[in-house]
């Protein structure tokens, strides 16, 4: 959503005192209520019954069990999506990613005032931030654990392959040894790669709520602010254009290399995420005089439900088009790269 709110740039009117009891207390403020309560229950109810946390996701990897939904390999945090492609690559892209988000986060606070982070943009971008700072640490961690390998475990001719955690059977064992060489090395690949832990886990899920956030940002800018704001006859600036694109480019840049699955009930998240929003800004309205940051979100207007639920439902094919990418991905990377690609569809 917009950063339009530079010293000299367009804010929206303070047409009414958010802080009375005659602006909460009304039939309006009732039904989006009862859309954002609404939306709480499904995403806590979707998250209790399809969340797989450490315990049982441990129990899975010891047991041979079936994977759940939302399981993560700790390796998936940090390897890139090709077998033949360094750890380290995506680790520059990672630090590269979130110095230029961190830069343009600075940036817009010193020319737009602290004040600019009372839009859902600089939430996400920050989120956004945030979440290749912590892709940076476990790339880092990654990194290391491929040189652990790389530099040992090589015994008897059997060297472990770093990316995979597997064991390679030499070839002069003989044709006739190669089922139960398979068999082995699936085994040994199962042992040998540990579930994610708590940070993880954090991680997958940031990136699934800023996968939707990003291109819901987006969209309500370029199709619903942007059309508004040249009515008005307010020109954009490099860093609004900036924030409103960038964003988006990097985390699939990120979703292209990476080895992250892609679960669809995780889109609970991202109503949480955004629920919460709205949530701060009913709080900071009611006690603070003040105009609201998106328009629509004014509940003074007769079509503030309306805005609420359409809002509510755009979230819905933002994710689902983030997740086709990620389908897309697997797909075209699948095709072209059948011996080296390692991503679970």
């Known amino acids: 959503m917009a950063s339009e709110g530079s010293k000299v740039s367009w804010h929206p009117a303070l047409t009414v ?7 909460w207390l009304n039939w309006r403020v009732i039904l989006c209520a009862i859309w954002v309560l609404i939306t709480m229950i499904f995403a806590f109810f979707i998250i209790w019954k399809y969340e797989g946390f450490r315990n049982s996701n441990r129990d899975t990897a010891e047991t041979q069990q079936p994977e ?8 998936e945090t940090w390897k890139p999506c090709l077998r033949g492609v360094h750890p380290a690559w995506l680790l520059a892209f990672r630090v590269l990613a979130f110095a230029v988000l961190l830069i343009l986060l600075v940036a ?6 602290g004040s600019i982070f009372y839009y859902y943009t600089q939430w996400t971008c920050t989120f956004t931030a945030i979440y290749f700072g912590l892709g940076s640490s476990l790339s880092v ?17 059997v060297e472990g392959d770093a990316e995979q955690g597997i064991c390679s059977t030499p070839a002069v064992l003989g044709e006739s040894s190669n ?28 990136f699934q709520m800023n996968a939707g956030a990003v291109l ?39 979703a292209a290399l990476n ?15 955004t629920v919460t929003y709205v949530i701060v800004q009913w709080v900071v309205h009611a ?36 997740a086709l990418a990620i389908r897309l991905k697997h797909t075209l990377l699948s095709r072209w790269f059948p011996d080296s690609y390692q991503c679970v569809k």
């Open 17 to 23: 005192d958010t802080t009375t009891s005659e602006y």
């Open 68 to 75: 759940k939904a939302g399981f993560l390999y700790e390796d």
């Open 108 to 113: 817009t606070a010193i020319f737009d005032g």
């Open 141 to 157: 961690y990654g990194c290391y654990q491929y040189h652990k390998s790389l530099g040992g475990d090589k015994v008897d001719n």
């Open 179 to 206: 089922s139960s060489a398979k068999h082995t090395s699936s085994s040994e690949e199962f042992n040998a790669r540990r579930p994610a832990g708590f940070w993880g886990y954090v991680f997958q899920i940031i």
């Open 216 to 254: 819901l940002t987006d969209c309500v800018f370029w199709f619903i602010i942007v059309p508004f704001l040249e009515i008005k006859n307010y020109s954009l600036n490099v860093l609004v254009i900036n924030m409103h694109t960038i964003n988006a480019v990097l985390l699939l840049g990120d």
């Open 259 to 273: 080895c992250l699955r892609f679960p669809m009930f995780r889109i609970a998240y991202f109503f949480l995420w």
């Open 287 to 322: 006690c603070v005089k003040i105009w609201w940051a998106y328009p629509f979100l004014d509940l003074s207007s007769p079509y503030a439900p309306l805005w609420y639920f359409a809002v509510a439902v755009m979230h819905i094919p933002c994710y689902g088009v983030f």
